[in-house]
């Protein structure tokens, strides 16, 4: 199970992974330095500090970091994740004003996955809120959820169906992203101005909807026609587009507007127009 956290406002992506929680390492290095480029500085960090070397390959009593899967807006990819032993040990080499109350959030993380393990429901509702402290209204918060529950019975369908995790999920990703918004991920990622943020995260509600429209006809057509492997699945993947793009020309004519727009959710300097909270 994976999902995102908040430490300070800042995303985490962490997973559930044989009984404890292992977090993204370049999502900390980020929180820690506000970095704008976390993957290099971590790479200058152990050119500098040879026992974290160590640790990385599982030194003394350090558990050595895993790549785990995450959904991210080209599919899902394997992450550099660590576990709480291990971050800790990160947070040590990093000269960072946030570590010791970010040591406070690693504790207070670990104390609500015990609750969430009594009561599921909590679990949803720490994700909604989550949402809200980032400013997006309870339609948006509504509409990313659904999306992603679209998502994961579309992805289960691959997994079930000979498409591989990884390449093949991203492929036909794109497949059906390019067919119902006419822009690849890369390019709508690139008009909104992100870089490592996830796409769907920065959707605007109509964004959202017709993802899940040509997501959930695709799923369905796949279905239909029992695609097994990726060759036939790109059919379906494609078709199902197909029938969320005719959706959004038709909504655009009625309309005037664009559907996919440059708008995010990002900082004013760093994005030209923002969607509203």
């Given at each position: 199970?994976?999902?995102?956290?908040?430490?300070?406002?800042?995303?985490?992506?962490?997973?559930?992974?044989?009984?404890?929680?292992?977090?993204?390492?370049?999502?900390?290095?980020?929180?820690?330095?506000?970095?704008?480029?976390?993957?290099?500085?971590?790479?200058?960090?152990?050119?500098?500090?040879?026992?974290?070397?160590?640790?990385?390959?599982?030194?003394?009593?350090?558990?050595?970091?895993?790549?785990?899967?995450?959904?991210?807006?080209?599919?899902?990819?394997?992450?550099?994740?660590?576990?709480?032993?291990?971050?800790?040990?990160?947070?040590?080499?990093?000269?960072?004003?946030?570590?010791?109350?970010?040591?406070?959030?690693?504790?207070?993380?670990?104390?609500?996955?015990?609750?969430?393990?009594?009561?599921?429901?909590?679990?949803?509702?720490?994700?909604?809120?989550?949402?809200?402290?980032?400013?997006?209204?309870?339609?948006?918060?509504?509409?990313?959820?659904?999306?992603?529950?679209?998502?994961?019975?579309?992805?289960?369908?691959?997994?079930?169906?000979?498409?591989?995790?990884?390449?093949?999920?991203?492929?036909?990703?794109?497949?059906?992203?390019?067919?119902?918004?006419?822009?690849?991920?890369?390019?709508?990622?690139?008009?909104?101005?992100?870089?490592?943020?996830?796409?769907?995260?920065?959707?605007?509600?109509?964004?959202?909807?017709?993802?899940?429209?040509?997501?959930?006809?695709?799923?369905?057509i796949a279905e239909t026609t029992e695609a097994l492997g990726l060759p036939a699945?790109?059919?379906?993947?494609?078709?199902?587009?197909?029938?969320?793009?005719?959706?959004?020309?038709?909504?655009?004519?009625?309309?005037?507007?664009?559907?996919?727009?440059?708008?995010?959710?990002?900082?004013?300097?760093?994005?030209?127009?923002?969607?509203?909270?």
């Amino acid at each position: 199970m994976s999902e995102m956290a908040l430490f300070e406002e800042h995303p985490v992506r962490r997973a559930f992974h044989e009984e404890e929680w292992w977090f993204v390492v370049s999502d900390i290095v980020g929180v820690l330095t506000d970095s704008p480029n976390p993957s290099d500085y971590l790479k200058k960090l152990r050119k500098r500090d040879s026992s974290l070397v160590e640790a990385f390959k599982g030194g003394g009593q350090t558990v050595p970091p895993l790549a785990l899967p995450f959904e991210t807006a080209g599919g899902i990819q394997k992450l550099q994740c660590w576990n709480v032993p291990g971050i800790l040990r990160l947070v040590q080499a990093i000269p960072s004003p946030k570590a010791e109350p970010f040591k406070r959030w690693l504790a207070k993380v670990g104390y609500e996955r015990l609750q969430e393990l009594a009561d599921p429901a909590l679990a949803l509702e720490r994700t909604r809120q989550n949402w809200r402290n980032l400013g997006r209204s309870e339609k948006w918060i509504t509409q990313r959820m659904t999306g992603q529950e679209t998502r994961n019975k579309l992805t289960d369908y691959w997994a079930a169906h000979e498409v591989k995790q990884g390449q093949e999920f991203a492929i036909l990703t794109n497949i059906i992203h390019e067919e119902w918004s006419g822009v690849s991920v890369k390019k709508h990622k690139d008009l909104k101005g992100l870089e490592s943020q996830n796409l769907r995260d920065h959707m605007s509600e109509a964004e959202l909807i017709f993802t899940a429209l040509a997501e959930l006809s695709t799923r369905q057509i796949a279905e239909t026609t029992e695609a097994l492997g990726l060759p036939a699945n790109k059919k379906a993947a494609k078709t199902g587009g197909s029938i969320s793009k005719r959706a959004r020309l038709d909504l655009e004519s009625k309309t005037g507007r664009k559907v996919v727009t440059e708008e995010s959710y990002l900082p004013p300097l760093k994005s030209n127009t923002r969607l509203k909270p």
